[in-house]
């Protein structure tokens, strides 16, 4: 009896949990951060590989590269205040004695700086998850919810208002249901950039 009642406790609580939001909120934020990784890797890289002087070519490269570690430091952060996960920053070699350039050039033939590359591509693809996800539970949920004042004034008539409430009572269940799905896809994303952001 005990059991059950933790399992409902648990299911109901989503709801009332401050991380949930937070959770949420990462998901959100995935889209346009990985939107505007992928265009300035790619307007970057175009630019690069494009008809440059090797004085030209070789700065806009560094640049992007130097970019990748600061992209990877602004979401190593964005994971800790709001999935709560630590993730340590990747030290390559003795920083202290080396120069700029040296700490450049051994960051751009390490293999972390492709994994980071890789990172940010993929990060645009799992923001267009994320936020159709979104999108999609919570239309579902509030049309749910909402079904009642939809049949109230006029707009769907299929059902009677018995069975309005009763529909709208199940989005109820949806949208915690919702919830716990979107807190798994948080997890799995958190889970994702702590293994491509970690050395």
Known sequence: MSEIKNTVEDFIGVAFERQTYRNI???????PLGTAYFF???????????????????????LVFLSLWEMASFERQLAGWLLGIDIPTIITGNTESESVAGRLVQRGKGHVTWKL????????????VS?????????????????PLLHIYGIITSHSLREAILISLSGLIVGLISMHMLNLLAHASGRLTKKMLED
């Open 117 to 128: 590359f890789s990172f940010f591509l993929i990060k645009f693809p799992l923001g267009m």
């Open 40 to 62: 300035f890797l790619m307007t970057g890289l175009s630019f690069g590989l494009g008809p440059l002087t090797i004085w030209t070519l070789i700065p806009l490269l560094f």
């Open 25 to 31: 909120l990462y998901l959100l934020f995935s889209f």
């Open 131 to 147: 936020i159709t996800s979104i999108i999609i539970l919570l239309v579902m949920t509030c049309g749910m919810i909402m079904y």
